[in-house]
């Protein structure tokens, strides 16, 4: 299956360079396969590099057996595993959510306009509380992560740290390197919601429904269908609304939406 995605991937880019397309103008379905096989083929590279030496392929057999889910693509997991991964995943993930939710409730005072620092302490009172907030709660604080304090440009260190951590990216970067690479996930997905929301949420398969939940921040593996549709159309609404400036929003709504949702609290 990894060669079929191989062969699909390099039929697609064949398809923009041909034809003078930018990612962010391929459909929906062509720029998610495109994100995963990126993901997919550096698992594969690693690989290569340490079976280059002479014998050391059975050092690679021995490695993707001991570790499959750091190792190994999802094609070779099995059912079990695919479930039992992806929760493993999501509990490292979900170990900063108090550390960007602290982060949110300290800088409060930093809110220079008084209404918005009251928004900023709803939100994070409701999230406190086990609420899940509303579109318009999160939507209403789209200045705060535009400019300073919540700005891309003005989170520190240890926030983009944590929101790696949260975006299952290495947090283990200089500040300038995490800072690229944050705004660059942050944008894909952006970039991914707009065509969805062209496509429509109705036309995915349940399993495209459930992955594409599981990559905004939702543990989608233990959610009924309807509930992940329900969420990802929340999803949709607040990214779909955003400007590239706020997308510093976006990041942070991986937590926000995704805290409190029914059935998420493992």
Same mark, same amino acid.
């Given at each position: 299956?990894?060669?079929?995605?191989?062969?699909?991937?390099? =039929?697609?880019? &064949?398809?923009?360079?041909?034809?003078?397309?930018? @990612?962010? !103008?391929?459909?929906?379905?062509?720029?998610?396969? *495109? +994100?995963? @096989? =990126?993901? %997919?083929?550096?698992?594969? /590279?690693?690989?290569?590099?340490?079976?280059?030496?002479? @014998?050391?392929?059975?050092?690679? /057999?021995?490695?993707?057996?001991? /570790?499959?889910?750091?190792?190994?693509? $999802?094609? @070779?997991?099995?059912?079990?595993?695919?479930?039992?991964?992806? %929760?493993?995943?999501?509990?490292?993930? $979900? !170990?900063?959510?108090?550390?960007?939710?602290?982060?949110?409730?300290? #800088?409060?005072?930093? #809110?220079?306009?008084?209404?918005?620092?009251?928004?900023?302490?709803?939100?994070?009172?409701?999230?406190? +509380?086990?609420?899940?907030? &509303?579109?318009? %709660? #999160?939507? &209403?604080?789209?200045?705060? /992560?535009?400019?300073?304090?919540?700005?891309?440009?003005?989170?520190?260190?240890?926030?983009?740290?944590?929101?790696? +951590?949260?975006?299952?990216?290495?947090?283990?970067?200089?500040?300038?390197?995490?800072?690229? =690479?944050?705004?660059?996930?942050?944008?894909?997905?952006?970039?991914? %919601?707009?065509?969805?929301?062209?496509?429509?949420?109705?036309?995915?398969?349940?399993?495209?429904? $459930?992955?594409?939940?599981? *990559?905004?921040?939702?543990?989608?593996?233990?959610?009924?269908?309807?509930?992940?549709?329900?969420?990802?159309?929340?999803?949709?609404? #607040?990214?779909?609304?955003? $400007?590239?400036?706020?997308?510093?929003?976006?990041?942070?709504?991986?937590?926000?939406?995704?805290?409190?949702?029914?059935?998420?609290? +493992?």
């Amino acid at each position: 299956m990894l060669w079929a995605d191989a062969k699909k991937a390099r =039929r697609i880019k &064949a398809n923009m360079w041909n034809h003078n397309i930018k @990612f962010h !103008q391929l459909s929906y379905r062509e720029m998610e396969h *495109l +994100r995963q @096989f =990126r993901r %997919d083929i550096t698992k594969c /590279f690693f690989l290569g590099i340490v079976s280059i030496p002479p @014998f050391a392929n059975y050092l690679v /057999f021995l490695l993707m057996y001991l /570790f499959p889910r750091q190792l190994l693509v $999802k094609h @070779f997991w099995t059912p079990k595993q695919q479930t039992d991964f992806l %929760d493993i995943y999501h509990a490292l993930r $979900k !170990q900063s959510h108090p550390e960007i939710l602290c982060y949110l409730e300290k #800088i409060i005072p930093l #809110i220079s306009d008084v209404g918005l620092q009251w928004h900023m302490t709803e939100l994070c009172t409701k999230i406190q +509380r086990g609420t899940h907030p &509303a579109i318009h %709660d #999160i939507l &209403a604080l789209r200045e705060c /992560f535009s400019n300073h304090p919540l700005g891309m440009n003005q989170l520190p260190a240890f926030q983009m740290k944590a929101l790696s +951590r949260a975006m299952l990216l290495t947090p283990y970067l200089p500040s300038l390197l995490l800072r690229h =690479r944050l705004k660059a996930h942050t944008t894909v997905i952006h970039q991914l %919601d707009k065509a969805l929301a062209k496509l429509g949420i109705g036309q995915l398969t349940a399993q495209e429904v $459930k992955s594409a939940c599981y *990559l905004r921040g939702l543990n989608s593996t233990h959610i009924a269908e309807e509930r992940c549709r329900t969420w990802l159309g929340e999803w949709l609404q #607040i990214s779909c609304s955003l $400007k590239e400036a706020e997308l510093s929003l976006l990041l942070h709504n991986v937590v926000l939406l995704s805290t409190n949702y029914i059935g998420t609290r +493992r």
